[in-house]
């Protein structure tokens, strides 16, 4: 392996990381947001 196939792969592991803990958080949110919306209900 040359090295930009490495950086090639740390970036990949990277990003697919924060694209993950953005999900997660999202799904987060939108749960949040759905049960607060049914409490002022």
Do not use: C, H, P, W
């Amino acid at each position: 392996m040359s090295g930009m196939d490495i950086v090639m792969v740390i970036a990949v592991i990277l990003f697919a990381r924060l694209g993950v803990r953005l999900f997660i958080r999202y799904q987060k949110m939108k749960k949040d947001s759905t049960k607060n919306t049914s409490e002022k209900k």
